[in-house]
């Protein structure tokens, strides 16, 4: 356990200090110039959606609707757990943006989307998916009871995590190492909030008892 927690760590340690150094590597060319060969516009029209929920105030409007609604069914802890699990991985990526410090993907090089005033590694949108999707996929696959909804709702944050890196390649919007390191990250982040909530759970049920 302590091993694998270690590899998480390492490798975006080790893909922040190379993306710091080197603007991109060339497999992140390839892999962009590739993806943007497709020009199906419901592909396009895919990508721009999964993206879209990460803009702007999009996240935070998600959240505050999902705490609300564990509100009401009475999951104070779960209501909590899933606004620190967004606000403080969106914290993150932007520390670690100003430390690496490394430019976006030029327009000489890729199509750009959308312009961004803010540096390229992590990508915020895969870091705060992986860690928010990622906390509601956890909460829904441990609490609910199996049914249609429960298989749908899985379905719909798995895919929003794993659409999200081609995603924000495809737009232009980053390097497919700049969402590599975002998916290490999210990973990390998921990890250390499912542990924060199970000591949150563990102490609310000692009180309890």
């Known amino acids: 356990m302590r091993r694998d927690f270690s590899k998480i760590i390492g490798l975006p340690l080790a893909l922040g200090a190379a993306a710091a150094l080197l603007a991109f590597f060339s497999v992140d060319l390839r892999i962009t110039q590739f993806l943007q060969q497709f020009n199906n516009p419901y592909f396009h ?9 990460g803009y702007d105030y999009h996240p935070w409007v998600i959240a505050l609707c999902v705490a609300a609604l564990l509100l009401s069914l009475r999951l104070r802890i779960e209501a909590v757990c899933v606004l620190i699990s967004l606000g403080s ?3 993150l990526a932007m520390a670690i943006k100003l ?5 976006r993907p030029a327009s000489s090089l890729a199509e750009i989307y ?4 803010t540096w390229s590694f992590p990508s915020g949108h895969v870091v705060s ?3 928010f999707y990622g906390f509601l996929f956890y909460l829904v696959f441990t609490r609910m009871p199996r049914s249609v909804l429960r298989s749908a709702l899985l379905v719909l944050f798995g895919g929003l995590i794993g659409l999200v890196g081609l995603s924000r390649v495809y737009l232009g919007a980053h390097w497919a190492s700049d969402t590599l390191g975002g998916y290490c ?3 990390l982040w ?3 909030m499912i542990h924060l909530y199970y000591r949150l ?4 049920s000692t009180e309890s008892s």
Not at 99 to 103: D, G, H, K, L, N
């Open 201 to 204: 759970k563990s102490g609310r």
């Open 129 to 131: 998916y992986v860690a």
């Open 190 to 192: 998921l990890t250390l």
């Open 99 to 103: 430390i690496v410090a490394r430019p």
């Open 45 to 53: 029209g895919l990508m721009v959606a999964v993206s879209w929920l």
């Open 89 to 91: 991985s969106l914290l």
């Open 185 to 187: 990250l999210g990973l």
């Open 114 to 117: 959308r312009y961004h005033s």
